[in-house]
């Protein structure tokens, strides 16, 4: 396939004044060049042609008439009536003199008449057009950017090398308090700015200047030039001229002053939210402990109150089959051999265990109130110590009593805190029935640990206790906890001791004891095997 043949554009020219022979000449020369076909369109006066050039009908203007001066002043009125249309001048001589006075009136060009040739004159409406194409290309395209620039709300500008500014727009003058952007044009930062603002504004001008580098998406506080701090986003590059040289610095800055404010305002209100967040989980939890311990209190009270009608109703019993027994045993302490002696051991034997059982009810259900003193809680392990001495010596248990030293006196109830103590050791020798070593560690504290309720603790008791206190803290080196017996050590009734040896109510009893002091009671097993019971008891601040 034959290539395409290029598309031929049609140039309409004007051609003002002079002889028909001219005409004919112009015509002539101008044949078809290239891409370009021309046609031409004669009127003898500016009048006569003044409805085309208004409509801008024609792309090129050839001016062939009479003296110099009327040449040119019709040059000048083509300017002012249509200024875009370049107009070239026909003159029967041509000197430098004349060239400066056309170029200087608006024309594009002089050209000889005597010398005019085809290609010379084809060359000049060429260029002629094609000129005035890239004027008005590049006349568009410095309205759109300039219109971009002015309608942008970011503050756009740009500085020679010696710091005067050379272009800005609307928003930036605005930021500079100034009428216009024209009131900008020419002035530096230290006309605008106190000295030391101005300094760093400029010393950031001087480092683009200098390295070529680029200062990207910075934001700082930076103030207006009256006084006022704004955060700002700034990028600054350096301005180039065509040879590449950096003739100077161009900016653009845009305000976040309200988007940080508003950043900063979500924050703090995010910050509010998770406290409120918070104080209500918070308050949801007390609010459970509140409603747990109500249970609790009135579980106990229910089951309080059947013990105690239960060890009242047996223990009038009791003690009448122990009066009989004992008188039974009187009647056959002369025959040692008589068989209904073992009988009535056993009897008596069996009465005393449910005779301490009842007292355990009774014990349990009683009233619960505490008569609190300062006192030494040394002193209180101690004594329980020495009461539960022979059990623990029996039972091969080792005892280590570590006490801080300087331990403040607290307010306690000696008497029920040492029946707590006596309990908890007694616990701990039955669970090492082989023997091991019992740790009992007194230690102060500045504040409770945040901690979890221990399993098996729903009193809420361990969220109450705040400030100083003395831990109390009894280990042994038996088996531990188990899991089910960390989540109803607690519970009335409830022991992991073989039938016979246990009523399930001492934990129970310890624990009212520990609140009856404001204190609480948590059950752990120890990293390194072993149970632990940490009892804190409130201390005076020091």
Same mark, same amino acid.
């Given at each position: ?8 554009? /049609?140039i309409p020219?004007l051609?003002?004044g002079?002889?028909?022979q ?13 891409a370009?076909?021309?046609?031409l369109?004669?009127?003898?006066s500016?009048?006569a042609?003044?409805?085309?050039? =208004?409509?801008?009908?024609?792309q ?12 040119l ?7 002012r009536e249509?200024?875009?249309?370049p ?13 400066g006075r ?5 024309a ?8 005019l ?7 000049t ?5 094609e000129?005035?194409r890239?004027?008005k290309?590049l006349l ?7 219109n971009? *620039?002015?309608?942008?709300p970011?503050?756009?500008?740009a500085?020679?090398?010696?710091g005067r500014y050379i ?9 500079l ?21 101005a ?5 950031d001008?001087?480092q683009?200047?200098?390295?070529g ?6 934001e700082?506080?930076l103030?207006?030039?009256?006084g ?7 990028? =600054?590059v350096?301005l180039?001229?065509a ?7 161009v900016g +653009? ?7 940080r404010?508003i ?6 209100a995010?910050k ?16 459970k ?7 609790q209190?009135? =579980?106990?009270?229910?089951v309080?109150?059947l013990?105690? &009608?239960?060890?009242h109703?047996v =223990?009038?019993?009791?003690a009448?089959l122990?009066?009989?027994?004992d008188?039974l ?6 025959r040692?051999?008589n068989?209904? /002696?073992?009988v009535?051991?056993?009897?008596s ?5 449910a005779?301490?059982?009842i ?12 008569s609190?003193?300062?006192g030494?809680? %040394? ?5 329980a ?5 022979y059990?623990?010596?029996s &039972?091969? %248990?080792r ?5 801080a030293?300087g ?6 109830d000696p +008497?029920k805190?040492?029946?707590? *103590? %006596? ?7 039955h ?12 230690t102060?504290?500045a504040s409770?640990?945040d ?6 603790d ?9 400030g ?9 080196t038996g088996?531990g906890?188990?899991?089910?017996s960390?989540?109803h050590?607690?519970d009335?009734?409830?022991?992991t001791?073989? /039938?016979?040896?246990?009523?399930g109510?001492g934990?129970?009893?310890v624990? &009212?004891?520990?609140?009856l002091?404001? &204190? /609480? *009671? ?7 095997g072993?149970?632990e ?7 005076p601040?020091t």
């Open positions: 396939m034959p290539p395409p043949r290029n598309r031929t554009e /049609t020219v051609l003002l002079g002889p028909m001219d005409v004919w000449l112009v015509r002539e020369l101008l044949v078809d060049h290239g370009f076909h021309f046609t369109d004669h009127r003898p500016l009048e042609a003044l409805e085309g050039l =208004k409509e801008n009908h024609w090129a203007v050839l001016v062939n008439l009479g003296p110099e001066a009327t040449a002043r019709i040059v000048r009125r083509i300017r249509c200024g875009d249309l107009a070239v001048l026909l003159s029967e001589s041509v000197d430098q003199a004349q060239m056309a170029f200087r009136a608006g594009h060009d002089l050209l000889d008449k005597l010398e040739g085809s290609h010379l004159l084809v060359r409406l060429r260029s002629a057009v000129r005035n890239t004027a290309q568009q395209e410095r309205n759109l950017l300039r971009i *620039i002015d309608h942008l970011d503050l756009i500008y500085k020679d090398r010696q272009l800005g727009n609307p928003a930036h003058a605005h930021h308090g100034l009428p216009s952007k024209a009131d900008v044009l020419g002035q530096t930062v230290h006309d605008l700015f106190p000295k030391e603002i300094d760093v504004l400029n010393a001008d001087l683009v200047l200098h390295t580098g680029r200062i990207l998406n910075r700082e506080e103030p207006t030039p009256s006022e701090l704004r955060w700002m986003h700034t990028t =600054k350096p180039r001229a040879d590449g040289t950096i003739s100077g610095v +653009i800055t845009h305000d976040i002053h309200d988007r404010r950043a900063d305002e979500l924050r703090r995010n509010e939210l998770e406290s409120a967040l918070e104080s209500i989980r918070k308050s949801h939890d007390d609010l402990d509140a409603q747990m311990q109500l249970i209190a009135e =579980k106990m009270q229910s309080g109150r013990a105690a &009608g239960i060890a109703e =223990k009038n019993p009791l009448t122990r009066m009989g027994i008188f045993r009187q009647q056959h302490a002369a040692p051999d068989p209904t /002696t073992g009535l051991e056993e009897m034997h069996a009465i005393s265990r005779d301490g059982v007292r355990e009810l009774l014990d349990y259900s009683s009233a619960r109130k505490a609190l003193a300062p030494d809680i %040394v002193s209180v392990v101690q004594h110590l020495r009461l539960s001495s059990p623990l010596r &039972g091969h %248990v005892v280590r009593l570590e006490p030293p331990l403040p006196l607290i307010p306690l +008497i805190l040492e029946q707590a *103590i %006596v309990n908890l050791l007694l616990n701990a020798a669970a090492m029935p082989e023997g091991g070593e019992l740790i009992i560690r007194i102060p504290e409770p640990p901690m979890p309720h221990a399993d098996g729903r009193s809420g008791a361990s969220t109450r206790l705040h100083p206190h003395l831990l109390v803290s009894i280990a042994d088996p906890f188990t899991r089910e960390l989540e050590a607690f009335p009734f409830y022991t001791k073989p /039938t016979g040896k246990g009523t109510l934990l129970n009893v624990r &009212g004891i520990v609140e002091h404001s &204190g /609480t *009671i948590t059950l752990q097993n120890r990293p390194q072993g149970a019971i940490q009892i804190r008891l409130p201390a601040a």
